[in-house]
């Protein structure tokens, strides 16, 4: 029952932002789904936000192309930590919550993952927010989902970050979020 729900609100949702997108011929990228505007009213981490629409559709949309260190995860029953985090994980939170929380910002909609999360580019004005967290070393280029056109330009801003050691790129021994999920089991390893 509660797929079918799903898969009625996911339909109704892409025929919203097609007719926001058409009414208000707001310009799209030339891979996105949809463009949607929306005021961001969560950042669960580095690379993960939730987005209202002026309509007051919530979507949770995880950032394209970058991954982000991994927060601590607390269980919200016992409140005690079900997840531990890594290094840097916070800072990459705040950073991200510094520049869009509150703020309206446009999300090209590139894909929806396994996790029914909208796959985005943020933009807050003329800025990609994406490419900022890579380019401040508060994430990697996720070389595994990357696609042109993004792809050269986050690999490059990546390897620019680690040639100045920015960020996570300072770390002594730092550890892909996408291995760290993985030798922890941790919910979205892929």
């Not at 009414?23 to 690379?47: E, L």
Request: with cysteine.
């Amino acid at each position: 029952m509660r797929s079918k729900i799903f898969l009625l609100n996911s339909f109704l949702l892409l025929i919203l932002t097609s007719c926001l997108t058409s009414c208000a011929n707001i310009p799209t990228s030339s891979s996105a789904i949809r463009t949607v505007t929306g005021t961001v009213t969560k950042v669960s981490d580095g690379d993960t936000i939730h987005l209202t629409t002026p309509e007051q559709t919530k979507l949770r949309v995880r950032l394209y192309g970058i991954d982000a260190p991994e927060t601590v995860k607390i269980n919200n029953h016992t409140d005690e930590i079900s997840k531990e985090g890594q290094p840097y994980g916070e800072e990459s939170w705040r950073a991200l919550e510094s520049k869009i929380m509150g703020k309206q910002v446009k999300l090209d909609i590139l894909d929806i993952d396994k996790y029914r999360r909208m796959v985005g580019m943020i933009w807050l004005d003329n800025r990609n927010i994406n490419l900022e967290m890579i380019k401040e070393g508060y994430a990697e280029a996720f070389i595994e989902y990357l696609k042109e056109p993004y792809k050269t330009e986050f690999i490059k801003a990546e390897s620019e970050a680690n040639a100045a050691r920015k960020g996570i790129w300072a770390l002594p021994e730092y550890e892909r979020p996408r291995d760290f999920r993985k030798r922890l089991n941790v919910r979205g390893a892929e």
